[in-house]
T-cell receptor
Framework: NAGVTQTPKFQVLKTGQSMTLQCAQD?????MSWYRQDPGMGLRLIHY???????DQGEVPNGYNVSRSTTEDFPLRLLSAAPSQTSVYFC???????????FGEGSRLTVL | AQSVSQHNHHVILSEAASLELGCNYS??????LFWYVQYPGQHLQLLLK??????LVKGIKGFEAEFIKSKFSFNLRKPSVQWSDTAEYFC????????????FGGGTRLMVKP
C-alpha cells in the first residue's frame, strides 16, 4: 500500500534556485495539500486542492506554486528558493468532507 | 480564522507515568478534532479523531481524548506511558466551514525516560 509518496526526501538548494517537490497518492482522494513544518510552529498550510484543476492558497503561500492536472499528483514548486524556505514539507491527502489527512513521509529542504 | 493552542511544548515523563496534553481551539462552531503523532524520523500518523457523539474517544496504543465543548478543549490522555510513546504530538482542528483544511497546534514533544 503506497498511500502518499513524496520525492525527494532530502534536497539542498542555493538561494535563487528553483525545484519541484513531487507528491502522488493512490487512494483516489479528492483533497490534497502541502504543509511545512517548522520547530514550535506546528504545520502550516501552503496550498491545497479539492480536485483536478482546482487549487487554492493556504496560510503561507508566498514563494510557492502548485498545480493539479490529475487526481493523483500535486507537485509543489519553489520558483526562487530563499533561506526562509528551509523546512520539512509534508504532502497530505484525504477524501472530501472528512478532514482526516493521510501524510507522506516528508521532504527535508535546506536552502543555503 | 481558527487557531489551536497546545500548552506544553516539551514534556518529560518516566515510564508508567500518566500523560495529559492540553489542546484548546478558538472556533465557536461545529468542529472535527484530531490528534496526530510523529515518531522520530517518521511522518504524521492519526492517533484519534472526534467527529460527533461520545465526547470521550479512544485511539490507538491506549490513547484517549475528551472533547469539552464549553472549554473549547480536546485534551489527550494516556494512563501509563511507555518509552515507545516518545514522539511529537499535534492537535488539529477542522472547522465546519473549512472543507478539509486542518489547523494544527504547535506540537508537544514528549520524551519518556525508561
Amino acid at each position: 500500500n503506497a498511500g502518499v509518496t513524496q520525492t525527494p526526501k532530502f534536497q539542498v538548494l542555493k538561494t535563487g534556485q528553483s525545484m519541484t517537490l513531487q507528491c502522488a497518492q493512490d487512494m483516489n482522494h479528492e483533497y490534497m495539500s502541502w504543509y511545512r513544518q517548522d520547530p514550535g510552529m506546528g504545520l502550516r498550510l501552503i496550498h491545497y486542492s479539492v480536485g483536478a484543476g482546482i487549487t487554492d492558497q493556504g496560510e503561507v503561500p508566498n514563494g510557492y506554486n502548485v498545480s493539479r492536472s490529475t487526481t493523483e499528483d500535486f507537485p509543489l514548486r519553489l520558483l526562487s528558493a530563499a533561506p526562509s524556505q528551509t523546512s520539512v514539507y509534508f504532502c497530505a491527502s484525504s477524501p472530501l468532507g472528512t478532514g482526516e489527512l493521510f501524510f507522506g513521509e516528508g521532504s527535508r529542504l535546506t536552502v543555503l | 480564522a481558527q487557531s489551536v493552542s497546545q500548552h506544553n511544548h516539551h514534556v518529560i515523563l518516566s515510564e508508567a507515568a500518566s500523560l495529559e496534553l492540553g489542546c484548546n481551539y478558538s472556533y465557536g462552531g461545529t468542529v472535527n478534532l484530531f490528534w496526530y503523532v510523529q515518531y522520530p524520523g517518521q511522518h504524521l500518523q492519526l492517533l484519534l479523531k472526534y467527529f460527533s457523539g461520545d465526547p470521550l474517544v479512544k485511539g490507538i496504543k491506549g490513547f484517549e481524548a475528551e472533547f469539552i465543548k464549553s472549554k473549547f478543549s480536546f485534551n489527550l490522555r494516556k494512563p501509563s506511558v511507555q518509552w515507545s510513546d516518545t514522539a511529537e504530538y499535534f492537535c488539529a482542528v477542522n472547522a465546519g466551514n473549512a472543507g478539509n483544511m486542518l489547523t494544527f497546534g504547535g506540537g508537544t514533544r514528549l520524551m519518556v525516560k525508561p
